[in-house]
């Protein structure tokens, strides 16, 4: 039985238990996983740090409500991120990091759509893929109750934080680490117009938002630490030179297009990649078109491969370009994920998101508009007819290019 708790300990919110699981309860939303602890240990609670002192006289302090010491975290964690494909991406390198440095490996849940992202990557273990009619109703309920069974003994790593991924936290057995999602942060950041809590969102992109959740604020890791990762066989990418051979000029730099996003406020009119497109010709650089879409005009057919791809050959595609051009979207981050630079139009939506491509050598195109931001992921009508991304001229994108390329 835990004992009484000193008068700081009864103020806090939800006073601490030990439960038998060994998982501390510090608030209505989160836990703390002890791991398995010798028997004999005795728990001290102060505020809101916790220490586990061992029978040998170590001690073991709980700072983070969900901060992990590799001596006494278990060795496996659920992970869920249910969608879209680009946030799903930025997951690969959190976990590949905190594999890297604690020995932890991990079960993946998310969207069947999404399973080839963590093919042969080191840090997961198997990935559970929900077709979108099991994530509705009685069952989804019965599907969640089955993980929560099969993995009681293992924390749950939230990277979604919404209702969905709630509903299989409300019923986990054991601890739950939830990512921070900066959500008042930003919409207070969009409603000033970049007035407040503009060096606080800078200071923490997705991944390290998602990280957020494992480490101490002030101890995440890099951007760069944490950049995603997909990992491909020798085969994917030989089988990308090939497809890709009869488009490449000798000596020439090779690009991939990428026209598409999940909103039309974000999106490219396709006259200006035409545009561009015509000026690559120009320049003597190959270009060839990735993505799922409105197929490109017949005239750019033999260098089209949209719509007619898988993910896997999309990601070996997209390795094998020299530079992707794209705008704020999946492939982005997919490009930084295969080490593929990637020249990034950005329209309504701004590096405070927390969206910015991480790769040393990426690039973003924007314009300087006071109406910036104006969404939090770039839906919505605009009564400028979305100038802050028609407004990018093809030639201005074509000299970034050349300059990535040089």
């Known amino acids: ?33 002890r791991g398995n602890l010798p028997t004999g240990q005795t728990l001290s609670a102060c505020g809101r740090s916790f220490e586990a002192v061992l029978p040998d006289g170590q001690f ?78 009685q069952t989804q309920a019965m599907n969640f109750r089955g993980l929560m069974e099969k993995y009681r003994d293992s924390p749950l790593l939230d990277l979604h934080r919404n209702l969905r991924s709630a509903m299989l936290a409300r ?15 930003r919409r207070l950041f969009l409603w000033s ?33 944490l950049r995603p ?3 491909l066989t020798q ?15 000798e000596g020439a730099p090779l690009v991939a297009l990428h026209p598409f996003a999940t909103h039309e406020a974000k999106t490219w009119p396709m006259d200006m990649w035409l545009r561009l497109a015509a000026l690559l010709r120009r320049e003597g650089i190959s270009y060839f078109w990735v993505g799922q879409g409105q197929d490109v005009p017949e005239e750019e057919a033999p260098r089209s491969f ?37 020249l990034a139009l950005f329209g309504p939506t701004c590096r405070e998101w927390g969206f910015f491509p991480s790769g040393e050598k990426d690039r973003v195109v924007q314009l300087d508009m006071p109406c910036r931001p104006c969404s939090l992921h770039g839906s919505g009508s605009c009564p400028r007819g979305n100038a802050c991304i028609t ?11 050349k300059s990535m390329l040089a």
Request: aromatic share 8%.
């Open 306 to 342: 949209v719509n007619k791809t898988g993910l896997r050959e999309l990601f070996a595609l997209t390795a094998a370009a020299d530079v992707l051009v794209t705008g704020d979207s999946g492939p982005m981050h997919i490009a930084t994920a295969v080490g593929t630079p990637a």
């Open 235 to 249: 085969d994917e990418n030989t089988r990308a030179e090939e497809l890709l051979a009869p488009l490449c000029a």
């Open 1 to 33: 039985m835990l004992p009484r708790l000193p008068a700081a300990g009864r103020a806090l919110p939800r006073a601490f238990r030990l439960l038998t699981r060994e998982v501390l309860k510090l608030t209505k939303k989160q836990y703390v996983f």
């Open 171 to 185: 019923i986990w057995r054991d601890a739950i680490i939830c990512y921070n999602k900066m959500s008042l942060a």
């Open 60 to 137: 073991y302090r709980q700072v983070s409500m969900a901060r992990y010491s590799s001596k006494i975290s278990n060795k496996h964690m659920v992970a869920v991120r249910f969608s879209s494909m680009g946030d799903v991406v930025l997951t690969t390198g959190v976990l590949l990091d905190w594999h890297e440095k604690h020995g932890t490996m991990f079960t993946v849940i998310t969207k069947e759509a999404f399973e080839p992202i963590f093919d042969h990557n080191p840090a997961v273990l198997n990935v559970i893929g929900f077709d979108e009619n099991d994530l509705h109703g």
């Open 229 to 231: 990762r997909i990992f």
């Open 193 to 225: 117009k970049g007035r407040f809590f503009g060096e606080e969102l800078r200071r923490y992109n997705v991944p390290q938002r998602y990280a957020i959740g494992l480490y101490d604020k002030q101890d995440v890791p890099s951007a760069a630490e």
């Open 391 to 401: 407004g990018i001229e093809p030639e201005r994108m074509l000299e970034e290019l």
